[in-house]
């Protein structure tokens, strides 16, 4: 049964229609928090990458279910890579969902790229997505929570921010400059009850990951199925499973309560055991 401990407050989650970002919207919607959600829509890939963009008719899907809470929801196509669409999402979703005092950043994308012949505007748009994505959403709703003496920002990162892996330069590189991004805002908030904390899992089992192993299989030329790489990536954990959507979520949530306010600046790890 929910709690309801975040009734009267609001919630931000970009990359909000898919994976752990719509896990995490419905964790916070579950506690009675108002919510906006906004992903990239309308597109399969972009530049070769291995991003799950939903279709337009998740929109309205998921802002059902949302709703289904009982409390506020905004949702809709957004791009954090440009400041004038966060500046015209963040206006109109506080005016249907109020002032914002948690913010998620769950956008993301990856792509498998040796560094060898890596193309620019590729690194570019997942160090964007990534890594400047965060930063501008976190620009535009600091202040705010700043003035009100209360936030929670929580970065989705992964153990990509301390661990190398071969041809994930762009991936590795903006996930650790999100660690760092992180410690910052933390720093920043901390005389005003505002908190900032990564969230660092290891591989969870979302769309994103499937079209990552897709790749990883792809590029080896085996012939090996992708449920037969994902098994290996589960056998390959000392739990011998993989990560669920619901895992980051509680963490999530449990990082919104009061009780949270003393972990900031952390790189909290969700691993199962594993290094990477």
Not at 264 to 273: A, D, F, S
């Amino acid at each position: 049964m929910s709690s309801e401990f975040l009734s009267g407050r609001s919630a931000f989650i970009t990359g909000g229609l898919t994976g752990q970002g719509l896990a995490i919207a419905q964790a916070l919607a579950q506690e009675s928090a108002n919510v906006a959600v906004g992903s990239y829509v309308g597109e399969a890939a972009r530049l070769n990458d291995s991003a799950a963009y939903p279709a337009h008719d998740e929109i309205d899907r998921v802002r059902t279910d949302l709703a289904s809470h009982g409390t506020k929801v905004y949702a809709g196509h957004l791009d954090v890579r440009s400041t004038e669409a966060i500046n015209s999402f963040v206006s109109a979703a506080q005016s249907h969902c109020g002032p914002f005092d948690i913010l998620v950043n769950a956008a993301g994308t990856t792509a498998e790229h040796p560094v060898c012949d890596h193309p620019d505007d590729l690194w570019e748009k997942i160090l964007d997505t990534n890594l400047t994505g965060a930063f501008r959403m976190t620009r535009a709703l600091l202040p705010g929570m700043i003035e009100r003496r209360w936030g929670r920002i929580i970065n989705l990162g992964s153990t990509a921010a301390t661990v190398g892996w071969k041809d994930n330069p762009a991936y590795c590189a903006s996930k650790a400059g999100l660690l760092g991004l992180t410690r910052c805002v933390a720093l920043e908030g901390a005389a005003h009850g505002i908190t900032c904390v990564m969230i660092s899992p290891t591989w969870v089992e979302t769309e994103l990951m499937r079209r990552s192993v897709s790749q990883v299989v792809e590029r080896e030329g085996k012939g090996r199925s992708i449920e037969a790489a994902m098994a290996d990536i589960a056998r390959g954990n000392p739990q011998g499973r993989i990560i669920q959507p619901d895992e980051v979520a509680a963490l999530a949530t449990f990082l919104c309560r009061n009780e949270a306010l003393g972990i900031t600046m952390e790189n909290i790890q969700l691993t199962g055991g594993a290094l990477w």
